[in-house]
DNA sequence: CTCATAGTACGAGAGTCATCGTAGTTTGAC
DNA sequence: GTCAAACTACGATGACTCTCGTACTATGAG
């Protein structure tokens, strides 16, 4: 029911949350699947923006669409076009003025979990 | 599918995951319900373990006993029984063990939220 | 024993979610 | 224009989840 179909003809735009409008418990349910929680883990620990491809994730390209939307539409991460290429970048300063240390400790908790389970 | 019938009859143990067991991503999704998150949020404040009938949840019983449940199987509470009532307390070591700062960061965010969106 | 209280088990319904494949669009390179 | 790469839209499917009501069990008070 969402327009999707509305999208300009050549418009690169996408639709984000403003920061008043991120919910903590959609920041939460986003960040509780694993296959989006790696997503943000090597957002993280990126210098620069990364597309979409570059992520090597184990499901397939429809699959990973559908992820990147939950992450932007929860407000974790910003998109943007550029060429053919999708870039996402963590939205750290919004959600360190919304919740601050949340996003720092569910990294960190990610980081030991996965060193403890050997990842 | 789960046993539950094997439950002994006067049995008044519950089960609950050892530390190494605890999920970030099962956590993340169990805090990630409003009805839990308020809950948790609950027994932050609370100086002695409560009984799921001092919530007044506006949920019906049967809901209030699945959610209690899965913040028992996720880790995040500890329960059991005293009397007819089932006392829960929040796992505040083990989270504090497993998930540095993490607890601490998702109540100050609900906390912060609740009181923007005038809760 | 009787009764009220607190919680559970079970089954069901409505909704959401993760996943996929196929077909299509958009962009840049040649 | 042609082509490949990157991503999207759509529809489908199976799984999970939140919710409930009803019937049940367990405990303690009287």
Redesign the interface.
């Known amino acids: 029911m969402t327009p999707r179909t509305q999208t300009p003809p050549t418009g690169r735009e996408l639709e984000h949350p403003a920061p ?1 409008e991120i ?4 920041v ?2 986003a ?4 296959v989006r ?1 790696r997503i943000v883990r090597v957002l993280a620990v990126a210098r620069e923006d990364l597309a979409c491809s570059g992520f090597d994730l184990p499901v397939s390209k429809s699959t990973t669409t559908h992820h990147f939307r939950v992450l932007r539409e929860s407000g974790l991460i910003h998109q943007c076009y550029r060429g053919t290429a999708k870039m996402s970048t963590l939205r750290r300063d919004d959600l360190e003025r ?5 996003l ?3 990294l ?3 980081d ?2 996965a060193e ?1 389970l050997g990842g």
Chains 1, 2 share one sequence.
């Open positions: 008043e919910r903590l418990e959609e939460l349910h960040l509780s699947d694993p929680l919304l919740f601050p240390g949340l720092g400790s569910v960190t908790a990610a030991r979990q403890r």
